[in-house]
Each structure stands twice: as structure tokens, then as C-alpha cells.
């Protein structure tokens, strides 16, 4: 019923800044918690960020506090995931997803899915 769609993704340099976009249809987003997580090439999907109408966001990897912030549009379509000061390790397929309820740091508990957009940080 829902669908999510990454976009925003692409190369950029040591130091530099991407904002990625997760648009939302088939249902509005405040009855979910949706999360932003990312998956580096031999490494497991990890969960960076995630926001609920309820609590607002929460921070689930301590290197990416105070370099990355995660935001909702007026209308409830949009997520959006801004990153500052991105750094090499950051290269990743980045996804966003949601879930009924809470903010929670397990990718298993997400049932709707992007399909990813890739982010490559490098000179």
C-alpha cells in the first residue's frame, strides 16, 4: 500500500554536503515512523536516523550526530535526510523505510522499503 522512493543520491567530495529525498504515496507518512538507513558495499544495512510524528527523530549512529539531520515537509509526503561533512566511510546505498508505530534501530522491524539511492563520497 505504501510506496517510498529514494532520490537525491550521487558523487560528491570529502567535506561536502547531499540532501536525499524519500517521497511518499499511498498513504500519509504520520501514521508511520519512517528511517533512513544505509548499506556499505560488504556490510551489513545499518539504521542512521529515523522520525515519527510522536517523538520526533532519533539518532542511531553516534558518527553521524551533528552531520546529519532528518526533516519532514509541511504535507507529510516528504522525508528528507541532509548530510554535511561527509566523509569517505559514508559511501553507501542509502534507503529510507517505515514502520506502524515508534522509531526503532532494527531493519527487521521496517516493512516498507525504498529501493535505494546510491551516495559515493570521494576526491
Known amino acids: 500500500q505504501l510506496q517510498l522512493v529514494e532520490s537525491g543520491g550521487g558523487l560528491v567530495q570529502p567535506g561536502g554536503s547531499l540532501t536525499l529525498s524519500c517521497a511518499a504515496s499511498g498513504a500519509t507518512l504520520d501514521y508511520y515512523a519512517i528511517g533512513w538507513f544505509r548499506q556499505a558495499p560488504g556490510k551489513e544495512r545499518e539504521a542512521i536516523l529515523c522520525?515519527?510524528?510522536?517523538?520526533?527523530?532519533?539518532y542511531y549512529q553516534d558518527s553521524v550526530e551533528g552531520r546529519f539531520t532528518i526533516s519532514r515537509d509541511n504535507a507529510w509526503n516528504t522525508v528528507f535526510l541532509q548530510m554535511n561533512s561527509l566523509k569517505p566511510e559514508d559511501t553507501s546505498i542509502y534507503y529510507c523505510?517505515?514502520?506502524?508505530?515508534?522509531?526503532?534501530?532494527?531493519?527487521?522491524?521496517?516493512?516498507?522499503w525504498g529501493q535505494g539511492t546510491q551516495v559515493t563520497v570521494s576526491s
Open positions: 523505510a517505515a514502520r506502524s508505530g515508534r522509531c526503532v534501530g532494527a531493519n527487521s522491524m521496517y516493512n516498507y
Open positions: 522520525i515519527s510524528s510522536i517523538h520526533g527523530s532519533t
